[in-house]
């Protein structure tokens, strides 16, 4: 709990079956555009990745303004 708000986050629940999979499949389809270019993506770990950092800032917001 930060001073000026309460954030919850939605859990998946990993130890039911096949769920890792499922989770896997709905991030590639979600970061289908940006996968292999700028976003590497395994479970749970994210990367967004570039040289330049103009780029990388760019890419880095165009990563969290996908919903």
């Given amino acids: 709990m930060t001073n000026m708000v309460l954030h919850c986050y939605k859990v998946m629940p990993f130890e039911f079956k096949n769920v890792r999979a499922t989770y896997q499949r709905l ?10 270019k700028v976003v590497e993506v395994y479970v749970d770990n994210m990367i967004v ?11 880095l917001w165009g990563t969290f303004e996908i919903h």
């Fill in 49 to 59: 990745k570039r040289k330049q950092d103009a780029e990388h800032d760019r890419d």
């Fill in 27 to 36: 991030i590639n389809k979600i970061f289908e555009p940006l996968l292999k």
